[in-house]
């Protein structure tokens, strides 16, 4: 079994910035992947960024040039830097984590952002 604690998110103003964080614990030896999904209501959760074990980044196209995620592999951390939110950027995010070797992914149980004037 794998835990994932969630911190940060919370309230910013349009342009304004924020940081989450997740650290993920329990019975695996690596995590093949790590990364942040987001959802609204009525809609599909849909990937914000993720980090693979070799460093490799993704991003989704409305968040490149603004968000930056970074992985850390010895302390099994994962980090979303939020600059220049916009209020399109309001959701729940979730982390998400792909164990190495069986492929199972695992969740956080999120945490919101919000952007408001």
């Known amino acids: 079994q794998v835990q994932l604690v969630e911190s940060g998110g919370g309230l910013a103003q349009p342009g304004g910035s924020l940081r989450l964080s997740c650290a993920a614990s329990g019975d695996f030896f690596s995590l093949n992947s790590m990364g942040w999904w987001r959802q609204t209501p009525g809609k599909q959760r849909e990937l914000v960024a993720s980090v693979s074990a070799g460093g490799s980044t993704n991003y989704a196209d409305s968040v490149k040039g603004r968000f930056t995620v970074s992985g850390d592999n010895v302390k099994n951390t994962v980090t979303l830097q939020m600059n220049s939110l916009k209020t399109d950027d309001t959701a729940v995010y979730y982390c998400?984590?792909?164990?190495?070797?069986?492929?199972?992914?695992?969740w956080g149980q999120g945490t919101q952002v919000t952007v408001s004037p």
């Open positions: 998400r984590v792909v164990v190495s070797g069986v492929g199972y992914a695992y």
